[in-house]
């Protein structure tokens, strides 16, 4: 029975980050890979993945179809809770002033977190109702495409 279930985790983690991958995130796996990629001049979207499945149900949708628009980040990458453990907690050490969440998006502007859409913007909302949230940053913060 373990092994079955570890072979489907390992399913949902594999489908889980080739959603975001494919939207067009870089996947960074490592606290350098994090370090390198946080500290770019310009907007950077962190989508920090989970297997939740009701929110990483809605966020992973929100995440590939808020890029779509007029303005959006300079750079989109992804870090994945629970799976890549030590990236992810570099990652949340650039979110100053708020708790780990996952999932979870972060908005960044020259390495420094300048708003966040946390678990409970996204966990019983609509998918919409997030893009709605994660492009009013966008036109906010972001230049145009």
């Known amino acids: 029975m373990n092994m079955d279930f570890n072979l489907f985790m390992n399913d949902v983690v594999r489908q889980a ?5 494919a ?3 870089t ?3 490592t606290p350098e890979e994090v370090d390198a990629a946080l ?5 950077t979207l962190v989508m920090v993945n989970s297997v939740c499945g009701c929110a990483g149900g809605i966020a992973r949708p929100a995440a590939a179809h808020s ?5 959006r980040p300079d750079q989109l990458v992804t ?3 629970g799976q890549d453990k030590e990236a992810t907690e570099k990652a949340r050490s650039y979110f100053t002033g708020y708790p780990p969440s996952s999932p979870s998006f972060a908005l960044l502007k020259d390495g420094k977190i300048i708003t966040m859409v946390e ?3 996204i966990e019983g909302h609509e998918p919409m ?3 709605n949230k994660l492009q009013q940053a966008f036109d906010q913060y972001c230049d145009e495409v």
């Open 23 to 25: 939207a067009g995130y």
């Open 27 to 29: 996947e960074l796996t």
């Open 119 to 121: 678990r409970h913007e």
């Open 39 to 43: 500290n770019k001049q310009g907007t």
């Open 17 to 21: 980050r080739k959603e975001i991958t």
């Open 79 to 81: 870090v994945f809770a």
């Open 129 to 131: 109702a997030v893009i």
């Open 67 to 71: 890029v779509h628009y007029d303005k």
